[in-house]
């Protein structure tokens, strides 16, 4: 080949690309998804709908930059050869394009190929037959005869953008095999023989498309399949910024506006809805000059395209006009005629899923080719010149459904058939709402959802702010009056058919959102909000709860569904649950049966569910087991809440073989499940292999010593486990010593809890000798176990040599004075323990003034625990004297510590110099009125604290006074509790005012 036909190539891409080569770095197209195939939502469903349902998050997806997208993935794969390329329209498929071939073009990127041969499917179309030699052609023109056989010996990538726009659907089951380069064929067989591998064997082929028109591939033809990610919150700021450069006020108000109406956010991640979106907002805002309230700002779909055509319309006359025009100067009767047959054009064109057109169909639809070079039109309908013909097309789909929408409404009012039809050869349909019925029964029928956005428009037409932002134009004043009301009523009907709510009965909920009528959701949104579901949920209510799942702010964290959901209204749901990524299913009465329906939709490919809590149902053995299922193929569970049910050993073992498969889930919980030591074995055999679940949970399951051993030996060996839960599980004695073996090995535990264990000193040797090599623990949780002065001794010294626990809870043991001296004074070494929590353990004034001393050195701990021990004033005023040196405790709890006046005084005192503690409970003492002074006075210097509990403290009206007064000037308290103080309803008023008057967040509880 002439060497010279590369440059010269690389040259005619870089015009191919256009004047503007400044395509970004752009890092969502620089790294798109890698992903296996397409789901459910993405085959059947509109492009708005696979938004929305997903909330415009992106799939748990690994990632793969476009520099790398041709190479394989490891050593041992070869380079894709097929690779498709998807994404919803107007998310940038053809800018991904034409950035990857001016880089190539440039020498910047896919070096590995010495030919890049672009193409479109509008160009495609311009042919009814090709041959493989002839479509090479067309990629590079410049190429001669003999050149072109060396196109097959030299890498080549065959791009063809935009399958969605192909005029003819491909047919793999019926094609015509053909493996002659010169032959020519039909152009839809020609592509099918290339992607088979009948023809260009050698070429790489990449095609970009939406979802829908990318399912007419079989998954076994394509070798890779990615995806491009749509916008985040960062990015649609930086669009925002762009778009309003010289406002950035405009843009803040703007998107505020944008994030409280959660579905148009989600939209915004599609590039060219952000822009139609941000638009539209920032003209209404504009034009009033920022003064219009919030609620009259555009909120639904129909408003933002009403507003944006208005704007559309509005420049054109702005530029022939010097004053801002009104609408009928601008509005004439050509106009009105060319919306009407743009409209024509659109609503037939999207029925039969057409949206590329060619001078025929606007000779066809009455479409003035002269009027489209100038005016409104030309912002409506784009341009664009092919060798053979010239091609139209909207800027965005939503165009097309928006204006067939217009038309189709226009048309209802005075069409005697059905509009469907458009030869008009039909079964009589008279009157508005006859037609408005057919048009979403069709969209009830269409299997791909293409004509759901289309209806919401029609539904939005009747809504009193389009028509006010379109009358005297497209609409006529006030018309929609006569309809909205029986429309309303016709689609709450078609919701109140008791059947699976769907992505369509969805849609259905989002017409009435255009139609402003939110009565239903309102309702249902207040009961989800109340957690007042149960007995509720009709067909209809169902239905708007789905909706509500996707657009409620109280959906947006966690969807609950707690103590609401029967079998039936669940298996109704089901469709839409798989979408909310916090799902909360707790005490529903579940048995087995509603877990394989689960497990169904957790199996799915469309899964979006990373928490899931099925606690406090009756889900037994047989139910854990289809939940194991598809534990075996999901990918985006992270999270397993099967607290309180019965699964058993048996459901266990079931759980456990499928952690030994998946490498997702984080965490499991599996808390009163009856699993015993045979159960706790299986999970303990995962654990060996597993190294991705970071929390179990087995507190109260009859784990008992055996079980503790076989969970030790998987310690041994798993490196992945940071939290394991076996409170309550008699492990006894040697069930600790089997676990402090495991410690010594294992160093990536961060916490234990081994609360109630029947654990003794013999026990907790063994744990703190472990304690002593191991590097990894942080918070060990010893509650409610028999650990007595011995204990504490051994305790004691694992803290000088451990520089790692921060956390050690030992509440409810029989460590009494002399073992928290012991440990107090190994405190003195310590730095790094920052939580000790000592509750009931019969200590008195000497531990109070052992831990006094050691607090006086230690600059580790944060927070110290002493409720319901008998410390008294003496133990208190020994505590406060370390509190005037201490800068480090920010929080000490002395509930029903026995302290009374002379204590609060010593508290008070050291109060007036500490800056450090910020959380002080003294609930159930006695300090009485003189405590409350004292407590007033420090209270009036002291700016650290932040909760203040003197909850049942004797203060009286006159302490409460006290205190508030020291706070009627400027506090830092965010919490104070002054409840079982005999204050009284009008003096805690008082009081209460008092406190807020300088912070108003501050919570006073009386």
Known sequence: ??????????????????????????????????????????????????????????????????????????????????????????????????????????????????????????????????????????????????????????????????????????????????????????????????????????????????????????????????????????????????????????????????????????????????????????????????????????????????????????????????????????????????????????????????????????????????????????????????????????????????????????????????????????????????????????????????????????????????????????????????????????????????????CKTVNLMRCLHELQQADVAAHVEEALKNESLAGMLTPLNCSALAYLLQTSEICREEANLSSCLSHHTFQSLLSQLLYCSNLRLDNNQFKDSAMDLLGSVLSGKDCQIQKISLAENQIGNKGAKALARSLMVNRSLLALDLRSNSIGPQGAKALADSLKINQYLLSLNLQCNAIKEDGTKSLAEALINNHTLMTLHLQKNCVGPQGSKKLAEALKKNGGLKELILSGNCIGDAGAAALAEGLKVNQTLFTLDLQSNSISDVGVTALTRALCSNRGLISLNLRENSVSKEGACEIARALRENSTLRNLDLTANLLHDQGVQAIALALKENQTLASLHLQWNFLQSKAAEALSQALQVNKSLATLDLQENAIGDEGLTALASALKVNSTLTA??????????????????????????????????????????????ALKVNCALRRVNLQENSLGVDGGICLATALSRSHGLTYINLQGNQIGESGAKVIADTIRANAPECIVEM
Not at 469 to 485: C, F, I, P
Request: neutral net charge; proline residues 3%.
């Open 1 to 502: 080949m002439d060497e010279r036909m590369v440059p010269k190539h690389m040259e005619t891409l870089q015009t191919w690309c256009g004047a503007s080569t400044d395509l970004g770095p752009l890092e969502r197209l620089t790294n798109l998804l890698l992903v296996e195939g397409l789901t459910d939502l993405q085959q059947k469903q509109h492009d708005f709908v696979q938004i929305e349902a997903t909330k415009g998050t992106a799939h748990m997806s690994k990632k793969i930059s476009l520099e790398k997208l041709f190479l394989p993935l490891s050593r041992f794969s070869i380079p894709p050869r097929i690779l498709v390329t998807v994404g919803i329209a107007g998310i940038g498929k053809s800018t991904l394009v034409k950035l990857f071939v001016h880089t190539w073009a440039k020498g910047e990127m896919g070096t590995d190929f010495e030919f890049v041969l672009p193409l479109t499917f509008r160009e495609l179309n311009s042919y009814d037959r090709l041959s493989a030699e002839r479509l090479i052609r067309l990629g590079s023109p410049h190429l001669t005869e003999s050149s072109f056989l060396s196109v097959g010996t030299r890498r080549t990538l065959l791009i063809l953008d935009g399958l969605d726009e192909f005029k003819t659907p491909l047919d793999f089951s019926d094609t015509i095999i053909c493996m002659d380069l010169q032959k020519e064929i039909q152009v839809d067989y020609l592509i099918t023989n290339i992607i088979r591998g009948n023809l260009l064997q050698e070429v790489n082929v990449w095609i970009t498309s939406r979802p829908t028109a990318a399912s007419q591939i079989p998954g076994g033809l394509v070798d890779r399949m990615t995806e491009i990610q749509g916008f985040g919150d960062a990015e649609i700021k930086v669009f925002l910024d762009r778009l309003f450069v010289e406002n950035q006020n405009l843009s803040d108000s703007v998107r505020d506006h944008l994030k409280v109406n959660r579905s148009l956010y989600a939209l915004c991640a599609v590039p060219s809805f952000c822009h139609i979106c941000g638009s539209s907002v920032g003209h209404v805002l504009k034009s009033t000059d920022g003064s219009l309230e919030a609620s009259a700002l555009p909120k639904t779909l129909s408003e933002i395209y009403s507003h944006y055509f208005k704007m559309v319309l509005f420049s054109d006359g702005q530029a022939k006009q010097k004053d801002a025009p009104r609408i009928e100067q601008v509005v004439n009767n050509n106009s009105k005629k060319m919306m009407n047959c743009l409209g024509r054009l659109a609503f037939y064109s999207l029925i039969k899923r057409k949206y590329v057109f060619y001078e025929q169909d606007m000779k066809t639809y009455g479409i003035d080719l002269s009027s489209l070079h100038i005016g409104l039109c030309n912002r409506l309908l784009l341009k664009e010149e092919t060798p053979l013909s010239s091609v139209y097309y909207f800027p965005h789909l939503t165009f097309q459904e928006f204006l067939a929408a217009t038309y189709y409404y226009a048309s209802a009012k005075r069409a005697l058939f059905d509009l469907f039809v458009e030869s008009g050869m039909s079964w009589p349909k008279l009157g508005f709402l006859n037609h408005f019925k057919n048009a979403i029964l069709r969209s009830l029928q269409s299997e791909d959802g293409h004509l759901d956005v289309f209806v919401r428009f029609l539904a939005g037409l009747l809504s009193p702010q389009v028509n006010k932002a379109l009358s005297d134009w497209l609409l006529v004043r006030d018309e929609h009056h006569s309809y909205r009301s029986q429309v309303v009523g016709m689609l709450q009907n078609l919701l109140s058919v008791d059947r699976a709510v769907s």
């Open 892 to 937: 000490l709890y002395l509930q029903v510590v026995m302290v009374g006046e002379r204590g609060a005084r010593a508290l008070a005192e050291a109060l007036v110099t500490n800056q450090s503690l910020a959380t002080l409970d003294l609930r159930g003492n006695a300090i009485g009125l003189a405590g409350a002074k004292a407590m007033a006075n």
